[in-house]
Structure formats: structure tokens, C-alpha cells
């Protein structure tokens, strides 16, 4: 990710954003956007009639901002960009309206179910010429992003020799997710699996970056069905591990922890760096009897949150070629989750490549 000193917090208008979908959860975050000056929600297609009630009686929604379909929303509203919140099966329908009429779109991870969808959408972005991107919580943690700079610039911890990556919680039916979000979530066709979909993603994306979009060279994957009489039809509970030529990264995703944890560790030939949480950053290097921790600086504009960034790349003040939105290494993404899935469906090493 590509820093620039001369962004201007100050937008001349704000971006006009629809927002396809309200089934997934993480739409609140944008709805509460809603009285910011950067951003205008100009239309949200939805045809679940319950959940427009529920959304519009929430954040005092007017009748006049809903849409049945996403088609006609673009025929009457003309959106800069869409933001999808629906499940990760119908991401290809929202580039296949969007892409033709030039409107940008952004997605909740992961960015596809299958390699093949992936490549449909890919393609329609770039026929198109449009952005197409996908949104990780991670992302924006400062923790990480100071991470990636020590690591690419080998402060610390010289070569990377082994990456993990624990994401999880105690599950979405625990946490009390909506029943629209956790209808699509516990399928095994509209999200493509269960833990190792939800969770496994963020360390394929995590790791793809800090390999600088290297695929790894195999892929090996177990998972697990922990609670089945609460997750009848995906599995709870997996475990990935990426064989790069010189570093190994292992992916922990699970909806059986105790606790929600989003943690990334470095070892490297010299040191070792643990991105603990959003702002913690813990750090060892070989010779030290003691970790240092530290505590790290909020993001500054456009990097602190995904609709800052997304309306500065709309607007041409970052490219986002290699960044963990970005369409390269999301790719990349689809691809370790596809090969993941077969590696646990027939209980061996996937080769990617062949």
C-alpha cells in the first residue's frame, strides 16, 4: 500500500453509493455512515420486505431509498459505485449489472465462492474498466499495516520463513448474527462453506500481501464439524496450511473459540512480529529476552476505513494493484479457499497450478 502525504480529507463531493443488499450484518457499518459529509447512500435494492422494515426502522430510512432489484435502483439513481452486502454466490450478479454501466463496485469478503465466478467477475472489471474490490476488516488495522512495512522493508525480522493467522469467534449463531445473515452463512453453496469461507479468507489475504501476491506452490486443509447440531450443512472449525518455496503460512479459522481473535505472527530468520490486535503490535528479536509491545497510530486519510479508501481510488489517488482490496490478490484468494475445499473434501495436498 502505496502512502500519499498530499490526500485531501476534504472530498469536493461526496461519493455516491448503493448499496446492493442488506442480508449480510456488516452493511450497518456504511448505514452509519449516513450523516457523514464523504459519502451519500443514494439507493438500496433489497426484496426481502421484512428486512427493508427492519433497516429503514433502525436508522430512520426513507420508503423513497429502497428498491425491489439492483437494476432498476442503477436505471434511476446512477451510483459512482455499488456496495455489495448480500451472499458471496450473488457478487457475480452485481458485477454483471454494474460493470457494463461503468459503476464501481466493492464486496464483503471473500470475493467469490469459485475460481470460475472469480474470473467471470475479473474479467467484467476489466472489459469495463471498472474497480473492483473486496473489503476485509483486517485492512484496516493499523497493526497489520505497520506489520507489512517491517516486513517489507526487512526491519526486524529479515525473510519470512513462517506465517499464521488465528481468526474466529464463538460462532455466528452464538453472537446472536440476523437469521438473513446466517441463512446464506451456514450454506454450503451461497458462501461456499462454513469457517473456512468466513474466517479462512482473512489469512489467505493477509498472507497473499505479505508474499508480494507470490500463490503458494500447495495447499493442505482439514476441517471440522465441532457442532453439528448447530452448523448442519458447513463445517465449524479449519485448519490451512500454504507451502510457499521458502515459508510455510497456517490458517486457523473457527467458529469454536472461546473468545473473537484476529491476530497475524511473523517469524522470520531474525525476529518475530505479532500484530496482537487492531492497534497492538508485539515484537521479539532473536537475541532479546523480552517482547516489545507496542501500540500504533490510527491510520491516516484515506487508509483509516473502506469507504475513505474506496472513493480515493474511485477517485484516482491510489491504485490499488497490489493493496489486500485489491482484484490481484483477491484472485489469488479464491483460488487458496477453492483448493483448501478439495484439500479437506479428499483428505490430500492440492497442488495449485495444475
Given at each position: 500500500?502505496?502512502?500519499?502525504?498530499?490526500?485531501?480529507?476534504?472530498?469536493?463531493?461526496?461519493?455516491?453509493?448503493?448499496?446492493?443488499?442488506?442480508?449480510?450484518?456488516?452493511?450497518?457499518?456504511?448505514?452509519?455512515?449516513?450523516?457523514?459529509?464523504?459519502?451519500?447512500?443514494?439507493?438500496?435494492?433489497?426484496?426481502?420486505?421484512?428486512?427493508?422494515?427492519?433497516?429503514?426502522?433502525?436508522?430512520?430510512?426513507?420508503?423513497?431509498?429502497?428498491?425491489?432489484?439492483?437494476?432498476?435502483?442503477l436505471?434511476?439513481?446512477?451510483?459512482?459505485?455499488?456496495?455489495?452486502?448480500?451472499?458471496?454466490?450473488e457478487?457475480?450478479?452485481?458485477?454483471?449489472?454494474?460493470?457494463?454501466?461503468?459503476?464501481?463496485?466493492?464486496?464483503?469478503?471473500?470475493?467469490?465462492?469459485?475460481?470460475?465466478?472469480?474470473e467471470?467477475?475479473?474479467?467484467?472489471?476489466r472489459?469495463?474498466?471498472?474497480?473492483?474490490?473486496?473489503?476485509?476488516?483486517?485492512?484496516?488495522?493499523?497493526?497489520?499495516?505497520?506489520?507489512?512495512?517491517?516486513?517489507?522493508?526487512?526491519?526486524?525480522v529479515?525473510?519470512?520463513?513462517?506465517?499464521?493467522?488465528?481468526?474466529?469467534?464463538?460462532?455466528?449463531?452464538?453472537?446472536?448474527c440476523?437469521?438473513e445473515?446466517?441463512g446464506?452463512?451456514?450454506?454450503?453453496?451461497?458462501?461456499?462453506?462454513?469457517?473456512?469461507?468466513?474466517?479462512?479468507?482473512?489469512?489467505?489475504?493477509?498472507?497473499?500481501?505479505l508474499?508480494?501476491?507470490?500463490?503458494?506452490?500447495?495447499?493442505?486443509?482439514?476441517?471440522?464439524?465441532?457442532?453439528?447440531?448447530?452448523?448442519?450443512?458447513?463445517?465449524?472449525?479449519?485448519?490451512?496450511?500454504?507451502?510457499?518455496?521458502?515459508?510455510?503460512?497456517?490458517?486457523?479459522?473457527?467458529?469454536?473459540?472461546?473468545?473473537?481473535?484476529?491476530?497475524?505472527?511473523?517469524?522470520?530468520?531474525?525476529?518475530?512480529?505479532?500484530?496482537?490486535n487492531?492497534d497492538?503490535?508485539?515484537?521479539?528479536?532473536?537475541?532479546?529476552?523480552?517482547?516489545?509491545?507496542?501500540?500504533?497510530?490510527?491510520?491516516?486519510?484515506?487508509?483509516?476505513?473502506?469507504?475513505?479508501?474506496?472513493?480515493?481510488?474511485?477517485?484516482?489517488?491510489?491504485?490499488?494493484?497490489?493493496?489486500?482490496?485489491?482484484?490481484?490478490?483477491?484472485?489469488?484468494?479464491?483460488?487458496?479457499?477453492e483448493?483448501?475445499?478439495?484439500?479437506?473434501?479428499?483428505?490430500?495436498r492440492?497442488?495449485?497450478?495444475?
Open positions: 500500500m502505496v502512502f500519499k502525504n498530499n490526500y485531501s480529507a476534504k472530498l469536493k463531493q461526496p461519493l455516491k453509493v448503493a448499496l446492493a443488499g442488506l442480508s449480510h450484518d456488516h452493511v450497518e457499518g456504511v448505514l452509519e455512515r449516513l450523516a457523514q459529509e464523504d459519502v451519500l447512500v443514494v439507493g438500496i435494492a433489497e426484496g426481502n420486505k421484512e428486512l427493508v422494515q427492519r433497516y429503514r426502522r433502525s436508522y430512520q430510512l426513507p420508503e423513497s431509498l429502497f428498491y425491489k432489484d439492483l437494476a432498476t435502483l436505471e434511476y439513481e446512477k451510483p459512482d459505485v455499488v456496495m455489495a452486502y448480500n451472499a458471496i454466490t457478487h457475480m450478479a452485481v458485477v454483471e449489472a454494474c460493470a457494463p454501466l461503468g459503476v464501481h463496485v466493492m464486496v464483503e469478503k471473500p470475493l467469490a465462492t469459485t475460481v470460475k465466478d472469480a467471470r467477475m475479473a474479467a467484467l472489471a472489459e469495463h474498466q471498472i474497480h473492483l474490490l473486496t473489503n476485509y476488516e483486517t485492512t484496516w488495522y493499523p497493526s497489520n499495516q505497520e506489520l507489512y512495512i517491517m516486513v517489507s522493508h526487512h526491519i526486524a529479515g525473510d519470512i520463513r513462517k506465517m499464521v493467522v488465528h481468526d474466529g469467534n464463538i460462532g455466528p449463531k452464538e453472537l446472536g440476523s437469521k445473515f446466517l446464506w452463512l451456514t450454506d454450503p453453496v451461497k458462501n461456499g462453506g462454513g469457517a473456512i469461507m468466513d474466517f479462512g479468507c482473512y489469512g489467505a489475504n493477509l498472507m497473499t500481501w508474499m508480494q501476491g507470490q500463490e503458494p506452490l500447495a495447499v493442505m486443509a482439514v476441517t471440522r464439524q465441532l457442532k453439528p447440531e448447530v452448523y448442519t450443512d458447513v463445517d465449524d472449525d479449519a485448519t490451512i496450511i500454504l507451502e510457499y518455496p521458502q515459508a510455510t503460512g497456517i490458517i486457523e479459522a473457527s467458529w469454536n473459540w472461546p473468545y473473537n481473535i484476529k491476530d497475524l505472527e511473523i517469524f522470520g530468520q531474525t525476529g518475530y512480529l505479532q500484530a496482537v487492531s497492538t503490535l508485539r515484537s521479539r528479536k532473536g537475541a532479546d529476552e523480552d517482547f516489545t509491545i507496542d501500540k500504533i497510530e490510527p491510520l491516516a486519510a484515506p487508509y483509516q476505513d473502506y469507504v475513505s479508501y474506496f472513493t480515493a481510488v474511485v477517485r484516482g489517488d491510489i491504485k490499488p494493484e497490489h493493496d489486500l482490496s485489491s482484484l490481484k490478490n483477491n484472485l489469488t484468494v479464491v483460488k487458496i479457499l483448493a483448501a475445499r478439495e484439500s479437506a473434501r479428499k483428505g490430500k492440492v497442488v495449485l497450478g495444475k
